[in-house]
């Protein structure tokens, strides 16, 4: 089926130029002032593929009939070009700044008029096309976001869940426990504490739910427990990187804490320029009728680190961000500059502590 452009001109001659140069590609509608093409529109938009539209029309002017276009938002689906023999820049800047795609102008010449309409017509059926598809892929997103609610929702209210819950929360609670015992020992030790702080958090089942089935695997308490290994989380929060590494050998040698995995992105940053030492770390828990092993994920990073993880997390999940590529160099020269401080920093420290005075 042919696409329909509607010729808008009070003028019968260039309605009938138009028509024969075009209609072996188009099929051609015609209006003889702006009136009659707004009912047009009013009843055809969805199935118009472009509007030639003359500006010195009686009863409704072509100015009027964009406006009109524009306020209903048919201007962003339907390409407007206006033909006239006006040849002011001003009026040709004013109806640009309005939206139009493009400028014809009399007399006619054929092969400029068929490329003009046929460039405009196929970028607006490309763009309408591209919206479309993002529309489609943008409503699977919410369908399949709505479903892991509702499914997540599902976990939430079985008991079984609730319990592994909280028994993620008793190793995050035990875990905290030796952090602060070892803190509490290194103070009176050495005068200084190793770390400023303790920031803890568990997984939503949102969040379980969407990590299990973006893995590949079956949503059930046994691959929560097996296959994710930051169901609970722990940040600790140092002032120097060597306090990291000193705060982590201590913690590993305690005998009933076993090293499942490590990740140094201190000494091997990921590109992004973040830094910080992850520890996925077993640790058992006292239940009133058994002993068990869990998981959890010990995350050491500066202060001036955490700080940066934090913009760069507000990055990561906001959905637009203006000149974001600026922004990634940006933070990437900051990371690097964090690094720096850092030891800068350690190394004054290291200093001061040595000073007889």
């Excluded at 015992?181 to 303790?198: A, G, H, M, Q, T």
């Excluded at 691959?223 to 722990?234: F, R, S």
């Excluded at 005998?255 to 058992?284: A, Q, V």
């Amino acid at each position: 089926m042919r696409s329909r452009i509607l010729v808008v001109d009070d003028a019968e001659v260039n309605r009938e130029v138009l028509r024969n140069m075009l209609e072996d590609e188009y099929e051609i509608e015609t209006a003889e002032n702006g009136e009659e093409a707004v009912r047009w529109l009013w009843e055809y938009q969805k199935e118009t593929a472009a509007l030639l539209l003359d500006l010195q029309m009686p009863k409704m002017d072509g100015f009027a009939v964009i406006e009109e276009i524009r306020k209903n938002g048919w201007l962003k689906k339907i390409p407007v070009l206006v033909i006239s023999g006006e040849k002011a820049v001003d009026v040709e800047n004013q109806c640009f700044q309005m939206g139009i795609s493009d400028f014809i102008h009399k007399p006619f010449e054929a092969s400029i008029v068929k490329n003009r309409v046929k460039n405009a017509v196929e970028l607006f059926t490309y763009k309408n096309q591209l919206e479309q598809e993002v529309e489609r892929q943008t409503e699977a997103l919410e369908e399949q976001s709505r479903i892991i609610r509702r499914q997540a929702e599902q976990l939430k209210e079985e008991e079984s869940f609730h319990t592994l819950m909280m028994q993620y929360r008793c190793a995050i609670m035990e875990v905290e426990t030796k952090l602060k015992v070892l803190n509490e020992d290194f103070s009176r030790k050495y005068k200084r504490n190793p770390f400023e702080s303790i920031k803890s958090r568990l997984k939503t089942s949102e969040s379980i739910y969407e990590k299990l089935r973006r893995k590949g695997y079956a949503v059930t308490l046994e691959n929560i427990e097996d296959k994710l290994a930051d169901v609970a989380g722990i940040r600790v929060i140092c002032s120097f990187p060597d306090d990291i590494y000193r705060l982590a050998k201590l913690l590993l040698r305690q005998d009933d804490i076993i090293l499942l995995k490590e990740k140094d992105y201190i000494k091997c940053p990921k590109s992004n320029g973040y830094r910080s030492l992850h520890l996925i770390i077993s640790i058992p828990i006292f239940l009133s009728n058994e002993k068990k092993d869990m998981k959890v994920e010990v995350q050491f990073r500066t202060i001036a680190m955490d700080f940066w993880a934090s913009l760069e997390h507000k990055l990561k999940y906001k959905r637009s961000v203006d000149n974001a590529e600026e922004i990634v160099e940006q933070l990437k020269v900051c990371a690097d500059s964090i690094e720096v401080l850092d030891y800068q920093m350690q190394d004054i420290r290291n200093k001061i502590d040595g000073s007889s005075g």
